[in-house]
C-alpha cells in the first residue's frame, strides 16, 4: 500500500501565486464551489492556497488559513477526472502540507469543515487523518465586498 501511495502521490504541493489562480478557480468549481449569484474574482490566491500537481497536472487544491491558536483548512477542490488513487493521494498530501504550514506559522491546531455530501467523508478523514469532530453545523457565507 505505501508503494501505491508512494507511486500515485502528487509530484509537487506547492504554495500558490497569483499566476495559478486559473487552476484554482479550475479546480473549486469542478468540486461544486461556485457562489450563485456572485462573481467571484479567483484572481487572487496568493499566500492563501496549496496546489496539488501530478505529472505537470493541477489535480487539487486547499486554502490554509493561520488563525491563533487553531488555523482554519477549506475549500479542498479536487479533480473529478483523476483517478480514484490520484485524488486519495492528492487529499493526504494537501492535508500533510497544509498543517506543516499552518504548524510553521506557530498555529496550534487545524479546523476544518467535512460535508455531509458524499456521504463518507467524515469516517474517511477520521480513519485516515485522525481528525476528530468537534461539532455539527452548516456551512454558512456572507459576502465581504
Same mark, same amino acid.
Given at each position: 500500500?505505501?508503494?501505491?501511495?508512494?507511486?500515485?502521490?502528487? +509530484?509537487?504541493?506547492?504554495?500558490?501565486?497569483?499566476?495559478?489562480?486559473?487552476?484554482?478557480?479550475?479546480?473549486?468549481?469542478?468540486?461544486?464551489?461556485?457562489?450563485? =449569484?456572485?462573481?467571484?474574482?479567483?484572481? #487572487?490566491?496568493?499566500?492563501?492556497?496549496?496546489?496539488?500537481?501530478?505529472?505537470?497536472?493541477?489535480?487539487?487544491?486547499?486554502?490554509?488559513?493561520?488563525?491563533?491558536?487553531?488555523?482554519?483548512?477549506? !475549500?479542498? +477542490?479536487?479533480? #473529478?477526472?483523476?483517478?480514484?488513487?490520484?485524488?486519495?493521494?492528492?487529499?493526504?498530501?494537501?492535508?500533510?502540507?497544509?498543517?506543516?504550514s499552518l504548524a510553521a506559522q506557530g498555529v496550534q491546531g487545524a479546523a476544518c469543515t467535512i460535508p455531509?455530501?458524499?456521504?463518507?467523508?467524515?469516517?474517511?478523514?477520521?480513519?485516515?487523518?485522525? !481528525?476528530?469532530?468537534?461539532?455539527? =453545523?452548516?456551512?454558512?457565507?456572507?459576502?465581504?465586498?
Amino acid at each position: 500500500m505505501a508503494e501505491l501511495a508512494r507511486l500515485h502521490s502528487p +509530484s509537487e504541493i506547492v504554495i500558490a501565486t497569483d499566476e495559478m489562480a486559473p487552476e484554482i478557480e479550475r479546480l473549486a468549481k469542478m468540486t461544486n464551489f461556485e457562489f450563485e =449569484g456572485w462573481d467571484i474574482d479567483w484572481s #487572487r490566491v496568493y499566500p492563501s492556497w496549496l496546489l496539488a500537481y501530478h505529472d505537470g497536472v493541477a489535480v487539487g487544491a486547499v486554502q490554509a488559513l493561520p488563525g491563533y491558536p487553531v488555523g482554519r483548512v477549506e !475549500l479542498l +477542490s479536487i479533480d #473529478r477526472d483523476q483517478s480514484h488513487d490520484v485524488r486519495v493521494a492528492a487529499i493526504k498530501a494537501l492535508w500533510i502540507a497544509s498543517c506543516a504550514s499552518l504548524a510553521a506559522q506557530g498555529v496550534q491546531g487545524a479546523a476544518c469543515t467535512i460535508p455531509s455530501v458524499p456521504s463518507g467523508w467524515r469516517d474517511f478523514v477520521e480513519e485516515n487523518f485522525g !481528525l476528530i469532530a468537534i461539532n455539527e =453545523g452548516t456551512i454558512m457565507m456572507a459576502r465581504t465586498t
